[in-house]
């Protein structure tokens, strides 16, 4: 039988304003000084502040620390963890509406370092479990870019005339780290090879890379071709894309998420000309309803585990998939909300054992949900 979630605690942030993202520290259980697995930290992003959480049980949260932009003019829209094993300390990227990326430590809570190089708003980040140093972002200014956090460099930037031709949205790393998929307002949705050698070179080259010593500024390679690229499975704005093993799971605003992979037979259905422009084949697995949640920018989470999908609507609403059972059943096993909950909800994450569930709202409410069953 499906474990199923229960609502735990919901707590409202005093700004009131919208909670555009949420991330569990999935690297690091408890705190900076131990080890303690039943204690789950969490960011939530949004104006021009990021939270940290802790969550012990129970019906109440603790705020750790917020990080404040110095600019009152910033809005926070995605968080990422990372940790450093060398110094010992947990590492939050944020970024938002301006298009820099902050390096926060979380033992101190200072900025330590920035990244720049996006010419507009950063819309999604994700670390590498893989290689902790690696991060991957999103931007408004229609491209993908990789970063070594370590050395503070640009490895590759993923655009360019086969690339995206509107913001790109959501960003996601194979649990492998040899693609990354990418998608966006153009509708379409790709996949970069990071096994590409001019990659994996500069991959290397970025471990050493000294800015302040070096005569020259890095050699970011420029990266143009994807790998895979269809423009046929939503009629619109992409607005978030996640790896389900080797499936896609994808949201447009058509109140539906959509499992799916790449290959298949062409459409002859339609011209060739129009056939080339939609770019590869695709099969379509399964449809899955998502009621009332017709606008961008609202993004689902699957557990680590891949156990789970979750996603929120704009009614408050969060729907939760038993994913064994999508292409058998597409109604969630469970929908759940909060009484006083009734603005969108823009993302959800699952904590690292699939036990803690968060759902941010466009009221500022921060809701919190627990398996029920016993781990």
Same mark, same amino acid.
């Given at each position: 039988?499906?474990?199923?979630?229960?609502?735990?605690?919901?707590?409202?942030?005093?700004?009131?304003?919208?909670?555009?993202?949420?991330?569990?520290?999935?690297?690091?259980?408890?705190?900076?000084?131990?080890?303690?697995?039943?204690?789950?930290?969490?960011?939530?992003?949004?104006?021009?502040?990021?939270?940290?959480?802790?969550?012990?049980?129970?019906?109440?949260?603790?705020?750790?620390?917020?990080?404040?932009?110095?600019?009152?003019?910033?809005?926070?829209?995605?968080?990422?963890?990372?940790?450093?094993?060398?110094?010992?300390?947990?590492?939050?990227?944020?970024?938002?509406?301006?298009?820099?990326?902050?390096?926060?430590?979380?033992?101190?809570?200072?900025?330590?370092?920035?990244?720049?190089?996006?010419?507009?708003?950063?819309?999604?980040?994700?670390?590498?479990?893989?290689?902790?140093?690696?991060?991957?972002?999103?931007?408004?200014?229609?491209?993908?870019?990789?970063?070594?956090?370590?050395?503070?460099?640009?490895?590759?930037?993923?655009?360019?005339?086969?690339?995206?031709?509107?913001?790109?949205?959501?960003?996601?790393?194979?649990?492998?780290?040899?693609?990354?998929?990418?998608? *966006?307002?153009?509708?379409?949705?790709?996949?970069?090879?990071?096994?590409?050698?001019?990659?994996?070179?500069?991959?290397?080259?970025?471990?050493?890379?000294?800015?302040?010593?070096?005569?020259?500024?890095?050699?970011?390679?420029?990266?143009?071709?994807?790998?895979?690229?269809?423009?046929?499975?939503?009629?619109?704005?992409?607005?978030?894309?996640?790896?389900?093993?080797?499936?896609?799971?994808?949201?447009?605003?058509?109140?539906?998420?959509?499992?799916?992979?790449? *290959?298949?037979?062409?459409?002859?259905?339609?011209?060739?000309?129009?056939?080339?422009?939609?770019?590869?084949?695709?099969?379509?697995?399964?449809?899955?309803?998502?009621?009332?949640?017709?606008?961008?920018?609202?993004?689902?989470?699957?557990?680590?585990?891949?156990?789970?999908?979750?996603?929120?609507?704009?009614?408050?609403?969060?729907?939760?998939?038993?994913?064994?059972?999508?292409?058998?059943?597409?109604?969630?096993?469970?929908?759940?909300?909060?009484?006083?909950?009734?603005?969108?909800?823009?993302?959800?994450?699952?904590?690292?054992?699939?036990?803690?569930?968060?759902?941010?709202?466009?009221?500022?409410?921060?809701?919190?949900?627990?398996?029920?069953?016993?781990?």
């Amino acid at each position: 039988m499906s474990k199923k979630f229960k609502l735990a605690c919901c707590y409202k942030e005093d700004h009131g304003q919208p909670l555009y993202g949420v991330s569990f520290n999935n690297l690091v259980y408890g705190n900076e000084e131990g080890d303690n697995r039943d204690t789950y930290l969490f960011s939530v992003t949004g104006t021009n502040r990021v939270s940290v959480y802790k969550y012990t049980g129970g019906t109440s949260l603790e705020l750790v620390q917020a990080y404040v932009d110095d600019s009152p003019d910033e809005v926070f829209y995605t968080s990422a963890w990372s940790y450093d094993e060398v110094h010992d300390f947990s590492i939050l990227a944020v970024a938002g509406d301006f298009g820099l990326i902050r390096l926060v430590r979380v033992d101190t809570f200072k900025n330590y370092k920035t990244l720049i190089g996006h010419g507009n708003a950063v819309n999604e980040l994700k670390f590498s479990m893989k290689d902790k140093s690696l991060l991957c972002s999103a931007s408004k200014d229609y491209s993908v870019r990789l970063w070594n956090i370590d050395t503070g460099v640009c490895i590759a930037v993923l655009c360019g005339d086969k690339g995206h031709r509107d913001e790109v949205l959501s960003v996601d790393f194979s649990l492998d780290f040899a693609k990354i998929l990418s998608c *966006g307002m153009d509708q379409a949705i790709k996949v970069w090879n990071l096994e590409d050698d001019r990659i994996q070179q500069n991959i290397e080259l970025s471990r050493t890379f000294d800015v302040g010593k070096e005569n020259q500024s890095f050699p970011t390679v420029m990266i143009s071709s994807p790998l895979h690229s269809t423009s046929s499975v939503h009629e619109n704005y992409v607005d978030c894309v996640r790896w389900y093993g080797d499936l896609v799971l994808s949201k447009s605003t058509e109140s539906k998420l959509m499992c799916w992979m790449f *290959g298949g037979h062409p459409r002859l259905d339609i011209p060739e000309q129009r056939r080339k422009y939609l770019g590869d084949p695709v099969t379509i697995l399964s449809e899955l309803p998502l009621p009332l949640c017709e606008i961008w920018y609202v993004r689902f989470a699957i557990d680590p585990a891949q156990r789970y999908l979750a996603c929120g609507n704009q009614n408050g609403k969060i729907s939760v998939w038993d994913l064994d059972k999508i292409v058998k059943t597409q109604e969630p096993m469970q929908t759940l909300g909060h009484p006083r909950s009734v603005t969108t909800i823009r993302q959800t994450c699952f904590s690292w054992d699939s036990q803690c569930l968060v759902g941010v709202c466009d009221d500022g409410s921060v809701c919190v949900f627990v398996n029920s069953s016993k781990k």
